[in-house]
């Protein structure tokens, strides 16, 4: 299976370096031209224990690849990553500005049926306004679902909490969409993870509860 990530950042690397590392061929997309150039020169922007050593791996297998060009990297993947920022505006709530970007971004270069998956934290209803600027705005009429994904990693053992998750949560309206986050996230289903199966909304509240009993650091 093909997936792209973007935004190459603290979530999106991890998350596109261990898919690949569970054996798929991910595309992991940045805007920022000189991040993209260090990652293909084998340089990880962040420290995280175990990083470097599954992302050259990866790389030597052909199964990982850096890039900035977005609608390449949409047009080949049937499940798209969104790991894009999405910091406190000054009242506190969340700017969602890449996250629209990035959505007239999928919308212009959709080609076929693709599940789009938030991975960046987001309030409740933004599923939904990903799916409708996506109605809105694509150019060919083409089937796509929207998956709500959050992640829970820490800082510092971001790797291990990706590979060994103590729940993997996956909201959704779409069967279809479920078996195929099921399909990518197979090898934790080996080690008996608890998966949480819910709407887009609730799964997106899940992300926010956590981050209201566990801190903002946790956003
Ligand atoms: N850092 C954490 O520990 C953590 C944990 C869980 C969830 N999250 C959430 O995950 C999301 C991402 O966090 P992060 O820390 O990885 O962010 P980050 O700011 O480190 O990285 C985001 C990346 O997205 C890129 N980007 C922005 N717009 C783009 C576009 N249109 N096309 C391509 N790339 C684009 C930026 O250049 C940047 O490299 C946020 O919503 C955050 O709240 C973070």
């Given at each position: 299976m093909n997936i792209c990530v973007i935004g190459t950042g603290y979530v999106g690397l991890v998350t596109g370096t261990c898919f690949a590392d569970f054996g798929?061929?991910?595309s992991c997309v940045d805007k920022d031209t000189s991040k993209i150039d260090m990652?293909?020169?084998?340089?990880?922007?962040?420290?995280?224990?175990?990083?470097?050593?599954?992302?050259?791996?990866?790389?030597?297998?052909?199964?990982?690849t850096f890039t900035t060009d977005l609608s390449e990297s949409i047009k080949k993947s049937l499940v798209i990553f969104i790991a894009v920022g999405t910091p406190p505006k000054e009242d506190g709530s969340a700017d969602l500005s890449y996250i629209e970007e990035v959505a007239r971004t999928i919308a212009k270069n959709l080609n076929g049926?693709?599940?789009?998956?938030?991975?960046s934290t987001v309030p409740v209803?933004?599923?939904?306004?990903?799916?409708s600027i996506i109605?809105?705005?694509?150019?060919?009429?083409?089937?796509?679902?929207?998956?709500?994904?959050?992640?829970?990693l820490r800082e510092g053992s971001a790797?291990?909490?990706?590979?060994?998750?103590?729940?993997?949560?996956?909201?959704?309206?779409?069967e279809?969409?479920?078996?195929?986050?099921?399909?990518?996230?197979?090898?934790?289903?080996?080690i008996e993870t608890?998966?949480?199966?819910?709407?887009?909304?609730?799964?997106?509240l899940i992300k926010y509860a956590f981050v209201y009993k566990r801190g903002r650091h946790h956003l």
């Open positions: 798929v061929n991910v990652l293909k020169r084998g340089e990880i922007p962040i420290y995280e224990p175990g990083l470097k050593e599954i992302v050259d791996k990866n790389i030597n297998e052909g199964r990982l049926y693709k599940v789009i998956v938030t991975k209803g933004t599923g939904k306004l990903i799916e109605e809105k705005e694509q150019g060919e009429d083409h089937k796509f679902d929207v998956v709500s994904n959050p992640e829970f790797v291990e909490d990706f590979m060994r998750p103590n729940r993997v949560v996956l909201g959704a309206r779409s279809q969409a479920i078996a195929i986050m099921k399909d990518l996230y197979s090898p934790l289903y080996l608890p998966f949480v199966i819910t709407d887009i909304e609730t799964s997106e």
